[in-house]
Nanobody, 123 residues
Framework: QVQLVESGGGLVQAGGSLRLSCAAS????????MGWFRQAPGKLREFVLA????????YYADSVKGRFTISRDNAKNTVYLQMNSLKPEDTAVYYC????????????????WGKGTLVTVSS
């Protein structure tokens, strides 16, 4: 059974940092693009960033450029999201996803999804 399990969410003050992890199991994702999406209350799920199977290139939403970075460790089947300079508008449930056919910035085309981890940024 393929699973993506996110961890590392929590409550942080504005300006703080968090590191999310996404551990994959059930198959290897070393040949697949991996990404992070987020969904704030009352809003649609939106693309945050993604990384190709090799680690380059990476793709970022404009709202997180310069603050968030994505990385992966294929040996551990894990992808990471480092979030710095967090803002209250970053509050959302963050989802990890895997794409079998390359990076797209819409939710369609991503085959596997985790259940999400909540990030709350207080002002």
């Amino acid at each position: 059974q393929v699973q993506l399990v996110e961890s590392g969410g929590g409550l942080v003050q504005a300006g703080g940092s968090l590191r999310l992890s996404c551990a994959a199991s059930g198959r290897t994702f070393s040949s697949d693009a991996m990404g992070w999406f987020r969904q704030a209350p009352g809003k649609l799920r939106e693309f945050v960033l993604a990384i190709s199977w090799s680690g380059r290139p990476t793709y970022y939403a404009d709202s997180v450029k310069g603050r968030f970075t994505i990385s992966r460790d294929n040996a551990k089947n894990t992808v990471y999201l480092q979030m710095n300079s967090l803002k209250p508008e970053d509050t959302a449930v963050y989802y990890c996803a895997a794409a079998l056919h390359g990076v797209v910035t819409t939710t369609s085309g991503w085959t596997y999804w985790g259940k999400g981890t909540l990030v709350t940024v207080s002002s």
